[in-house]
């Protein structure tokens, strides 16, 4: 190779490495840093393979069990991915930035680069620029760490808060969990007008939800520890219930309650379209027919919704079919979120 090419090569390699250094820096801030919810294309290509992966391993289970047991372990191994990929780009970076600066060979460079990066001081050089540039990659690297690590209690303390709230409603929402058993616990003494502290604590969970699963959206895939539950259930739960309030009961409505309705839409739709459309995350559906039908309440689920109200001594509107109608009108506005969501996350089966 003529001295001319591989000065070439090497001045390449340098403007690659430093871009490659930057963007993956960069990715890192706006990840935990930049309190926006911004969609890290990085970050999406590596827990796409690393979700690639479970996918491959729970389609091979024989039932929802197993393949929530494999999946609950796919956010927390995909948060330690992270940080393992930004340290070998990082590291990749600085080896084409040795070579670039006259290093002996590409080796050298790569093992300069790793002796930097991990603060071992194994390699050494004599030049000072190179060693300008070492000393910065061993600070990225402890600032790379440092960041997940000093954000990991964040991420826990938002799913710890989540997680309350959904066991709080699974208690309430009756065996098995459905929008009328929460309506029949709101509504035990007959009165809807005396729970505003109650729809008042779910639509703060709701928006939190909002907040927390787009600006973390790793957040989102963390499982609940008991595999009948699900964040995207409780938020399904809590707007059927207020949806099921208004078209089926006639009583007077709290406007509490409909700025938790309207919470709630708006929470599940921006989620839906944080991975949707910002980070282009596509949803592979591992449930069976029967578990995804299970899901969505259709017109039989909503007979036996009115019934059970009926039999408690609910005042009921005239027409059940009417309330149906409206039933659906108002699902719509929330309904593909929860399917969307619901293959995404691979919520658990339930009957409304």
Avoid: C
């Amino acid at each position: 190779m003529s001295p001319l090419i591989e000065q070439g090569l090497r001045v390449l390699a340098g403007l690659t490495g430093g871009w490659l250094v930057i963007t993956t820096v960069s990715a890192a801030i706006r990840s935990f840093v930049l309190p926006r919810n911004e969609s890290v294309r990085l970050n999406v290509f590596v827990f796409s393979g690393v979700r690639a992966l479970f996918n491959f391993a729970a389609r091979r289970a024989s039932n929802y069990a197993r393949r929530d047991r494999i999946l609950a372990h796919y956010a927390p191994v995909g948060l330690v991915a992270l940080p393992i990929g930004w340290l070998a780009l990082v590291g990749l970076g600085y080896t084409g930035i040795y070579w670039s600066l006259g290093v002996a060979d590409f080796t050298k460079s790569y093992e300069l680069s790793g002796s930097s990066l991990l603060t071992l001081g194994t390699t050494k050089q004599n030049d000072l620029a190179v060693n300008v540039f070492s000393y910065s990659e061993a600070t990225l690297g402890l600032l790379l760490l440092t960041l997940l690590i000093s954000y990991l209690p964040t991420i826990y303390q938002a799913f710890s808060r989540r997680e309350v709230v959904v066991a709080q409603l699974d208690l309430r929402a009756g065996v098995p969990a459905s929008a009328a058993g929460v309506v029949l616990w709101l509504g035990h003494d007959k009165d809807f007008l005396n729970d505003d502290a109650q729809w008042l604590l779910w639509e703060q969970w709701l928006v939190e939800i909002d907040e927390s699963h787009t600006s973390l959206p790793i957040l989102a895939f963390f499982r609940s520890p008991q595999a009948g539950r699900s964040w995207v259930l409780a938020a399904g739960l809590i707007l059927d219930a207020a949806n099921l309030l208004f078209s089926a009961l006639d009583v007077p409505r709290s406007r509490q309650v409909e700025l938790t309705f309207a919470a709630g839409v708006l929470a599940l739709n921006r989620v839906h379209r944080f991975f949707d459309h910002k980070s282009g995350t596509e949803p592979v559906e591992l449930r069976t027919a029967e578990e995804m039908a299970a899901t969505t309440p259709g017109r039989a689920e909503f007979a036996e919704a009115w019934q059970a109200l009926r039999t408690a001594g609910l005042p009921l509107r005239a027409d059940e079919e009417a309330a149906w109608q409206h039933y659906k009108e108002r699902r719509v506005r929330y309904e593909p979120s929860l399917k969307f969501l619901g293959a995404l996350l691979m919520t658990p089966p339930t009957i409304e």
